[in-house]
């Protein structure tokens, strides 16, 4: 039997951008950083072995931010990642679209963006199937939506399957993207997400843990597919979801993380992230995991690097508690952060303890009573979050001043832990 869902918690699709609506914007300005700073003040320790003390631990909450090991249930994005796409058609309803432009919405932009996220140490080489399989009841039967029926969804999953088995060698993909005919009456594009198993269906001799469920309209969401494979990476929705669907769901982290919005303006993924995932290693992260005063110079996250050869600062954490963090990164207008709203030093609390959906992340605001890219921005309160040259924040304990911006690029900056 399919089960439709890990004891872990779920993975909830966020609502379409037509959903919310804001002002037009009034105007911003982006700017270009320049590239490489050759310079690391190295008063802090580098964090040491697999995370160092600066690593939280990783807790039982759902898809949680430690990163002192690694969840063995997940496949870790480091070197190649093979995955299928299966297209799904339905009795009462023709595709107008063909598979191989469905294949194109998606990719290869999805591997592109994390090809660059991970600094080329990630891989995701999708293999698209040519072909329509045609599923075995009408897609009104399969009542798919957002909030879908438990006992309705594993129905769904095992006729794909089913359908899909005797073109497909499961064995050979680490991923399953199952993509629906857009123009069929019963698909919801509400309801793309990532389906966990709590029972793997097993296949050619293969277990399936989970499944991406794609519903998307053509063309689709932008980085739709990028958001939820970041969920088959163990990566936690940072969307705030309000208990009585209304309201905004962006207060945590704004356009910061593509875990945050797919829409947003700056969908590189954090440090913490990045060092989570293993595309930052222990010489790119500053720890700073005692009382005092540090200087740090911070290499923008964006910036192309040399994975063991570069050895330039990417990310200040900086331990509060057992489960808890502030942490720093420069953000610049490049890469998969080209349409930014603002560019400088962006600081951020991590709370390992605390599951997907409920604020794991929480982005501070260097600009509390300003605003940034209206019409543009999924939250014009934190679009302006990163501080600039001159300028502080404080919380947790931590003092954060940023003292210059260099012409190579970097950011320098003092912390003070009391």
Not at 120 to 127: D, E, I, K, T
Not at 379 to 407: F, I, K, Q
């Amino acid at each position: 039997m399919v089960r439709p869902l890990t004891p872990m918690g779920v993975d909830r699709p966020r609502p379409r951008r037509g959903e919310r609506s804001w002002p037009r914007r009034l105007g911003a300005v982006l700017t270009s950083l320049c590239a490489i700073a050759t310079t690391v003040v190295a008063a802090p320790a580098h964090a040491a072995g697999p995370g160092g003390p600066c690593a939280l631990p990783r807790s039982q909450a759902h898809h949680s931010e430690g990163l002192d090991s690694w969840n063995p249930d997940y496949p870790r994005p480091v070197g190649r990642l093979d995955a299928v796409m299966i297209f799904l058609s339905f009795p009462d309803a023709k595709p107008f679209v063909s598979p191989e432009r469905l294949a194109a919405d998606h990719f290869p932009g999805t591997s592109r963006f994390f090809e660059r996220a991970s600094y080329g140490r990630f891989s995701l080489r999708v293999h698209p199937l040519k072909r329509w399989f045609k599923m075995p009841r009408p897609s009104g039967e399969y009542h798919i939506q957002r909030d879908w029926d438990g006992e309705r969804r594993s129905t769904y999953l095992r006729d794909a399957v089913a359908v899909a088995d005797k073109a497909v060698d499961f064995r050979r993909y680490n991923l399953v993207y199952l993509v629906a005919d857009p123009d069929a009456p019963g698909v919801d594009s509400d309801a793309t997400k990532v389906v966990n198993l709590e029972e793997p269906i097993r296949v050619d001799g293969a277990e399936l843990h989970r499944v991406v469920t794609v519903f998307e309209h053509h063309p689709p969401d932008r980085n739709v597919l990028a958001h939820e494979t970041g969920h088959v990476l163990d990566l936690p929705d940072l969307y705030h979801r309000p208990t009585d669907g209304k309201g905004d769901w962006d207060t945590h982290v704004g356009d910061w993380d593509i875990m945050g919005s797919q829409f947003g303006l700056s969908s590189e993924p954090f440090g913490w992230h990045k060092w989570k995932l293993g595309w930052l290693g222990p010489r790119q992260v500053d720890c700073v995991s005692g009382p005092g005063t540090t200087l740090h110079t911070l290499q923008p996250l964006e910036t192309p690097m040399h994975p063991g050869r570069d050895n330039r600062t990417r990310v200040v954490v900086v331990r509060t508690g057992v489960t808890s963090a502030i942490v720093i990164e420069a953000r610049g207008a490049s890469g998969n952060d080209a349409t930014t709203c603002t560019e400088g030093v962006l600081v951020y609390r991590v709370r390992s303890d605390t599951a997907s959906g409920g604020g794991p992340i929480q982005v501070l605001d260097g600009h509390p009573a300003g605003h940034a890219c209206w019409g543009e921005s999924v939250y014009p309160p934190l679009a302006d979050a990163p501080l600039g040259a001159g300028e502080s924040l404080e919380a947790d304990g931590v003092r954060v001043e940023v003292r210059g911006h260099t012409p190579a690029g970097a950011w320098t900056l003092r912390v003070r832990r009391g």
